[in-house]
Structure formats: structure tokens, C-alpha cells
């Protein structure tokens, strides 16, 4: 057995565990695992064509007990959940960036006892590394109607709520800081460059195509409007503005196609799109969702750039398996892990159509339409909304994304030779912004844009075993046509 299978049955039990522990009760996780281990033994004493395969097995038991006890230690126990004591009064430090949500924003703080999230006033404003200390109730976090509030914090290692929460500065909390001095100094450094740019690009663009712009470039979602982020919602246009697998995918083939016009060689190519994309999520401020969904983009990048779909697919799953053994949660709880593995599984099934030669805007488009393709049964389940306009608003906008994300950054730099040259670059970006939010707009208030409907997961099977089915016959008919 090779290194790739070898790699591939370790995967495919560490996934089938993940996927069978956020699925089903603990009950039917054991004879399952013992059918596993029983076929795993009777590979030895099978025939010699078949007993070639029982190291697989046996790496696919190992594999799978390895995942099932990953994932039960990660689980928090009941002595990690016991409250010591509601009254709170402690030093924490600020170990999140927060972004301001309105008249308020979530805090999340750390000390050595924890993580605990505790909604404020938007204003005082605390930022990143800021030592407090912190006095109000901690209380356990609960379900928000059919939303479970709780799993959402979990897979961030928050299961604490700190309720009415008041703060006063501290001088010092370096002890219980569970981070070094140069993150520190990194990510507060990051944190106010970004708000920096905001304020320039506020200082030359009116609301709400300025909200949109900080959102497509610096990952601030939240200085959209609410009735704006429900217009791109509708339309099926999310993915241009949110901090996704489908956004950095989107920007790494923007990326892609910059290295071929500029004639650099693959391996130039390469070394360029890979910094800027690793740059680009410790930029928009290297949440958990973004480092993720840098990881895969990159890895679909390679396949979209190399053209080896197999050796992409190896490297995808181990990814996901790697992330899984890391926080295993996120399968069950973090809907953007599973429409970044969506959306980039579709890209790879798709990656033959990238082997022609198709204009950047060509390119960007079919990335788009490859990700709704593959995403919208999970936002669907999730959120039990299915846009219907989706298909046409992409048609309409997908082009638009690539030269935003150019002359945004062109213009704030030609921004600093004075006002009205800066006014001058940044007006073809607002007459872009002012086009994409009123292709939203009207996308959204169409008749019968959204189906409010939650497909069960028989149909999300169902379809994902058509669509996958259509694309490997699609390419298998390639495949014969290029021998």
C-alpha cells in the first residue's frame, strides 16, 4: 500500500468516525466499531487478492478509535460545565477582536479559569490584548429558539455567558495571558491598520456602499446594514461579503489569473498567490473561520493551478481531518466548515473546466456558480430558506467582485496625494458598490425570490449523489476524450 492510499483509509475512518459521532447516540458508535475491527481481523485470513487491503483496514481502525476518543476528550465533562460561582469578579484580558453589532458588541475574554462571552455597549470600545477586570454573573448558555446557542459557543471553547457585565481597566493581566508578547503585538498591530482603512474608506465613500466596500476588502460583515445584509441573503449573494471558503477561493483565482498576466512561472506564481492569501486571512483578523477556510481555498487553488485532482482530493481530506482532530465540534456545529468543504469538494470535481484557457471574468463567475451549486442544500437546511434568484443575481454581480478588490486598495493609496484625487479613484468603486447593492435590492424584492423551505437530509443526499455523479461522468468523458 502506498502513501496515498495509506493516507486515504486513515482519512476515511478519522472522517466516517467524525461524521458518525455528530450523527448518532454514543450507543451506535460501539458495534459499529466492532464490525470495523472484526473485518479489519478477517482480511488476514481472507484470500491473497483480497488480503492486500487488510493494512488498509487495519490503518482504517486506528484511524476511526483515534477519532472516536478525540472526539469524546473533546466533549466538555460535567465538572468543566459546573459554574464555580455566579458571582464574577475577575482579571481577563480581550482575546477576540470584537466588531461592533449596532448600539452593542460581544466580548469574548479569557483568563486561566476559561473563555466567557459577555454582550456590551458598543461604546467604551475595548480592543484586542485590553486587561480588565471584570465583575457580573456567569450563567450557562441556552438555546435561542431553534437555535442551539450553546454548540455554537462550544466549538469556540466558550461555555460561559457573563451577564451584566461591567468592566473597569487594569493595569497588567500579562500572567494569565495564554499568548506571547509578539502575538500580542501582532494582531493588535492588524487590528488597527484595519480600522485605520475603514475610517479612510468611511472618509471617501457614503453609507451604505462604504459598509460594503470594509466588508468585501478588510472582512468587517457587520458595517453592512441589517436590511442590506437581508437583501444579499435573499438574493443568494452572501459569499461576496462574508470571510468564506467561496470569498478566498474567489480572491485566489483572482490571484491566479494576476500571476499569469504578469508571466510569472508556476513557481513564482505560487510563492506570490500563497503569501497574499495567508496574508490576506491573518489581515482580515485570522478568525477560526478564516484560517479554515485559507486552508482549503489553498489546497483547491493548487488543484485549480496544477490540474492534479487526485492529489488535491488527498490533500483536502486530510485537511478536514487535521481541522477535525483539532476541534472536532465544528462537523456537527460550524455551518461554515461544512460550506467551505462543499464548496471546495465542488471545485474540485470541477477542476477540468479550469484547464481551458477562460477570461478572468469567466473564471470568477464559474467559481461562484460551482460554489452556490454545491453550498445551498446546507444554507437551506440550516436556515430553511432556498434563494431562487440566486442563479440569475450571480449571473448579474459575480463579475463584479475582481475589480473591487482591485481599485479599492488602488484608490485608498491614491487617496493620500489629497482630497479630490482621492475622491477621483475611489468614484468608480462607489459606482460598482452602488451597482452591486442595487442588483441585490432588486434581486431580493422579485416575487417569490426565497422558498421558505428546510429540505430534510434525504434530499440533500439525494442531490449531492446526482450532482457528484454528473460531474465524475462529465469527467470521465474528459478523460477518454484526452487519451
Known sequence: MNKGNFLLFFCGGALSAFILASLFSTSILLPVFIFILFLSVTFFFAPQKVKKYALGFLVFSFAFILAITRYFEYL??????????????????????????????????????????????????????????????????????????????????????????????SESCQSIKSFGTLKTFLFSAIYSIRDYLMNRINQFLPEPDAGLAVALLLGYIKTIGLTQQAWFSRAGLSHLIAISGSHITLIAALLSRLAFSLRLKRKSALIFSSSFAIFYVLFSGAAPSAIRAGVMAFLTFLALFFGRENSSWRALLFSATAILFFNPSLLRDDIGFQLSFAAFGGLLLSAPLFQKHLSWWKEVFLVTLICQLFTWPISSYYFSVVSLVAPFANLLSAWIFAPLFIILPIAMIFSYLGNFIGLLFFWPAYLLTKYLLTVARICASLPYATLDYKINLGIIFTYYSFLIGAFALVNYRQALKNK
Open 76 to 169: 466538555p465533562t460535567k465538572e468543566k460545565l459546573a459554574i464555580p460561582q455566579p458571582k464574577f469578579f475577575e482579571t481577563v484580558f480581550v482575546c477576540e477582536n470584537s466588531e461592533r453589532n449596532g448600539a452593542f458588541r460581544n466580548l469574548v475574554l479569557c483568563n486561566n479559569n476559561g473563555r466567557y462571552i459577555a454582550k456590551t455597549a458598543a461604546y467604551p470600545e475595548y480592543r484586542y490584548g485590553d486587561c480588565l477586570l471584570a465583575k457580573g454573573t456567569l450563567e450557562l448558555p441556552g438555546m435561542i429558539e431553534d437555535f442551539r446557542y450553546d454548540r455554537y459557543l462550544a466549538k469556540q471553547e466558550i461555555y460561559f455567558v457573563l451577564r451584566q457585565a461591567s468592566f473597569q481597566g
